[in-house]
């Protein structure tokens, strides 16, 4: 297991955008399932303790993934990922945003568009992630809420569960 994977979060503040990198110990097809499967998004999906739970998931274009992350303590975010562009294996394109469990978008904090690309070299696959807000004041409340900690937090649980399915 390769211990050295890149992880690079960089904030644009004038552009309310964030930009991710971050390299995974395994081949791009298991990655890719590790994104576009519900069964396996759950498993990796929610920093610790928390955890994630797909209620809907239907990955094509024009489709929609209804989530929720749930506390220790009972709590639920709901959240809708509305797919944009799908290219197997290389790209994925969806608007994103809050909600309730019957899908009441939030409209003040729907719509961020988040583009991953997928590539492989050597075995190692990297993912790099952009994520425009439609506001700074929803990118400073990510920033504010711990975006970066928590996506470090699913990503190393998301290298737990590469190094069992590999």
Do not use: C
Not at 15 to 29: C, K, N, P, S, V
Not at 32 to 51: H, N, Q, S, V, Y
Not at 129 to 143: C, E, F, G, P
Not at 150 to 160: I, Y
């Amino acid at each position: 297991m390769n211990s050295d994977l890149l992880f690079d979060f960089t904030v644009d503040k004038a552009a309310h955008t964030i930009f991710i990198t971050r390299e995974f110990d395994a081949g791009l097809a298991l990655v890719w399932e590790a994104f576009t499967r519900p069964e396996l998004l759950d498993r990796w999906g929610a920093p610790k303790p928390w955890t994630a739970r797909t209620k809907r998931m239907d990955f094509r274009v024009g489709g929609r993934r209804l989530y929720a992350m749930l506390g220790p303590a009972g709590e639920e975010f709901w959240s809708v990922q509305d797919f944009t562009a799908i290219s197997p294996k290389t790209n994925i394109k969806y608007l994103s945003g809050f909600t309730d469990r019957d899908e009441n978008i939030d409209p003040e904090f729907y719509g961020s568009e988040n583009n991953l690309d997928f590539s492989e070299a050597d075995g190692i696959t990297t993912v790099g992630i952009t994520i425009k807000y439609k506001t700074a004041a929803i990118l400073q409340m990510m920033v504010e809420k711990g975006f970066r900690e928590g996506t470090a937090l699913t990503f190393g649980n998301l290298d737990e569960l590469l190094k069992t399915a590999s």
